[in-house]
């Protein structure tokens, strides 16, 4: 069987040895006599699913007590309205920063609901580089500044968090667990599960337990986080299967040393792409600036549309697929997500070596 090397920026690969693990336990899930898609979400089986997801996603990212673990469904795009419609209050505002589309679209739905404010923005540079800290303007009465670490169509990641006086929200969609953070910093955290975390379906949130009294009880039952708080996400039926994926993926990062060695690794498959781009004496140009380039999702352009579209056939011939960038920018992106292998990555570089050389 042969495998592509999968740079899709999401869904995206999955590692090897969870897609084996679900294909053997599909028909029959621990004895019961049938697949995990199968059981009842009341049942103690999938309850220890669920359970096992929650406490190793605990564990992996060290998310304190103060703190609570939600599944949700709609994926990230339907926390950009959850945000503001459970934490945006008359009289408050919600503080954006302007970093990529994805942002933006945050932005957008958050205008729909309440008052906003553009707090620091990269739009008038093509997105090209994460606002410093110091330039972040908060406005008054801020109900939260909500931000994207890292920003899967531009190329370019939060390396440091601000530390403000308001609530900190993170779209953490394309880097959550490929590195480790202080979650404490954060008041919410979200993230569509399929880059990091499995396959989409299930959307994990992580909020500060005080912030549930916020959300009014006026709100629809399934858009209030406190309906997914007080009924361990199961208050009606759950994407089973995603979940079940999810804690799949959460025992192979605990195999593979947690999030540190991940960190590492990723790190190291981030230097090996960005120095194969910085030695190419200008043929290979990254999107995002040298501070703030994404270790998740390497954007860069070739010298003009005809190379580009012959660089992405042949490099699909060779069994490197996904590579051609988000449809609003253009040129390439590698995602080198956790699944992606160091390896993979190797393959890349000696073909993007190669294919400058045949063409000089
Ligand atoms: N935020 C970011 C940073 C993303 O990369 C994406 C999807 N690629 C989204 C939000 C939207 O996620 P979803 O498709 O799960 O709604």
């Known amino acids: 069987m042969k495998r592509a090397y999968n740079f899709n920026a999401g869904p995206s690969s999955l590692p090897l040895s969870v897609l084996k693990r679900a294909q053997e336990e599909l028909l029959n899930f621990q004895n019961t006599g049938m697949s995990v898609m199968e059981l009842s979400h009341r049942s103690k089986e999938y309850d220890a699913v669920h359970n096992r997801a929650q406490t190793l996603l605990r564990k992996l990212m060290n998310v304190p007590e103060t703190h609570d673990i939600l599944f949700l469904q709609g994926g990230a795009s339907l926390q950009f309205s959850m945000v503001p419609m459970n934490l945006l209050h008359e009289g408050e505002v919600g503080n954006y920063v302007l970093t990529d589309s994805w942002s933006d679209k945050a932005l957008k739905e958050a205008k729909k609901v309440g008052k906003t404010h ?10 090209k580089y994460i606002p410093k800290i110091d330039d972040i303007r908060l406005s008054d009465h801020a109900a939260y500044l909500h931000i994207t670490s890292n920003n899967t169509i531009a190329g370019t990641q939060w390396h440091e968090f601000p530390n403000v006086v308001t609530n900190l929200i993170a779209d953490m969609s394309s880097d959550i667990l490929s ?39 006026s709100l629809p039952t399934m ?39 991940i960190e590492k690794r990723n790190r190291e498959k981030a230097a090996l792409l960005y120095n194969c781009i910085d030695e190419s004496d200008g043929f290979y140009r990254a999107h995002a600036e ?3 380039r994404s270790f998740m999702n390497v954007t860069f352009t070739l010298p ?53 050389k045949n063409v000089s």
């Open 179 to 217: 590195r480790e953070i202080d979650v404490e910093k954060f008041a919410l955290i979200y993230a569509g599960a399929q880059k990091n975390l499995g396959p989409s379906g299930v959307t994990v949130v992580i909020i500060r337990k005080d912030l549930l009294e916020k959300s009014s009880d």
């Open 304 to 356: 003009n549309e005809e190379l580009t579209k012959k660089f992405l056939t042949e490099a699909k011939e060779r069994g490197l697929i996904g590579l051609a960038g988000h449809r609003s920018v253009g040129g390439c992106r590698a995602s080198i997500y956790n699944a992606v292998d160091y390896e993979a990555c190797e393959v890349l570089v000696d073909f993007m070596q190669k294919f400058k």
């Open 223 to 261: 858009l209030n986080y406190k309906t997914y708080s007080e009924s361990r996400s199961l208050y009606n039926t759950p994407p089973t299967f995603a979940i079940y994926m999810l804690s799949l993926v959460l025992e192979w990062v605990e195999e593979q040393g947690g999030v540190k060695a």
């Open 118 to 127: 553009v707090a620091a923005s990269s739009k008038e540079d093509r997105y």
């Open 290 to 292: 040298k501070g703030s």
